[in-house]
């Protein structure tokens, strides 16, 4: 009986039209440079790689492996994608040296009034194609931190305090805002800190409140200063010829899950998280918080000023790109 009735559903199979029968998922793997705790990976990537997997169409299965699992460097992401290690990863284009060289921009303090208008204004660049480097990919997110600020191993009051300490930056424009602030850039990815400031190679750090928590610098550094050094994009990069060669589908439930559905997510899953930590710091007798005066962040205007002319200064492509990201600024509801 069991064999006649396997015959009977073998044949139906045989009999339904090619177009019905259901072919395996296409598998893809994405990499993700840190713990599976962090929260870009925990409240965004890990809930989208999940939607995509649950998608009605079972035309995609994202496998994906946090940890470093394919790659723990951070400034190599774009390359494991290029190379076919991985295809699709989380990158900082602001540690990718070179690569996204336009995305200096995006960096450049006081530009954006808050994260949604920065999630908005690289979306739109990344639409108008006026950003280098993103050729060889498809962008299935394209996000951005919140403000940078300061965490340190001394006690700071004001950004004269500052002066002289060594800062691990995380991008050239940075680097630049620190050095106008009287700091010494130190070029490092989040997961080198701790072990630098405990040799004492930085004596503090450029991070948004979520890093100082998700790569123990709070365990290290114990005073917070609150000054707002620029944003820095994120993004979700996928192998673009690995995409086209996708069947018909595949490439369909990306879409649908794409570049908005992920940013959405990423501004309601991580919109007010910073706020809630910088709270947190607030409360815990065990640390100490400032932030610049009504002073000195008039101060502080004048300095980014000073840093977005002369990077802007530097060739008529970098004029060109800051009068376009000032232009869709401005069109937006303010």
């Known amino acids: 009986m069991r064999n006649l009735l396997c015959t009977a559903v073998l044949a139906l199979a045989a009999a339904l039209p090619a177009g019905l029968a259901m072919a395996d998922p296409v598998v893809l793997k994405l990499a993700f440079f840190g713990p599976a705790a962090e929260v870009n990976y925990a409240r965004v990537i890990k809930p989208w790689v999940d939607a995509v997997n649950a998608d009605a169409g079972q035309a995609v299965r994202i496998e994906a492996y946090p940890d470093g699992a394919l790659g723990k460097g951070l400034p190599a992401q774009p390359q494991l994608i290029l190379d076919g290690v991985v295809d699709i990863a989380f990158v900082n284009p602001s540690l990718a040296s070179g690569r996204f060289p336009d995305d200096q921009v995006l960096e450049l303090p006081g530009l954006f009034k808050d994260l949604p208008q920065a999630v908005t204004v690289y979306r739109q660049l990344l639409a108008d194609k006026a950003l280098r480097g993103y050729e060889d990919y498809v962008v299935l997110g394209s996000m951005m931190n919140p403000n940078y600020n300061i965490v340190s191993r001394s006690k700071i009051d004001s950004f004269a305090d500052l002066k002289g300490q060594k800062v691990r930056i995380v991008g050239p424009i940075i680097g630049q805002t620190v050095m106008a602030l009287g700091m010494v850039p130190v070029m490092m990815p989040p997961t080198e800190i701790v072990e630098a400031m405990g040799r004492g190679t930085v004596d503090a750090a450029t991070l948004v409140p979520a890093a100082i928590v998700d790569f123990g610098v709070d365990r290290v550094a114990e005073n917070n200063y609150l000054i707002p050094l620029g944003n820095g994009p994120l993004t979700l990069l996928m192998n673009r010829?690995?995409?086209?060669?996708?069947?018909?589908?595949?490439?369909?439930?990306?879409?649908?899950?794409?570049?908005?559905?992920?940013?959405?997510?990423?501004?309601?899953?991580?919109?007010?998280?910073?706020?809630?930590?910088?709270?947190?710091f607030k409360a815990d007798p065990k640390r100490h918080v400032a932030a610049p005066g009504e002073a000195e962040a008039a101060e502080l205007a004048g300095i980014y000023e000073g840093v977005i002319t002369e990077w802007s200064a530097k060739a008529p492509e970098n004029a060109a790109l800051l009068e376009r990201t000032r232009a869709i600024i401005a069109a937006l509801p303010q």
């Open 241 to 280: 010829a690995k995409y086209e060669a996708l069947p018909a589908d595949a490439r369909e439930t990306l879409d649908r899950y794409g570049i908005d559905w992920v940013n959405d997510l990423y501004l309601k899953e991580l919109g007010s998280y910073n706020e809630e930590l910088i709270a947190g």
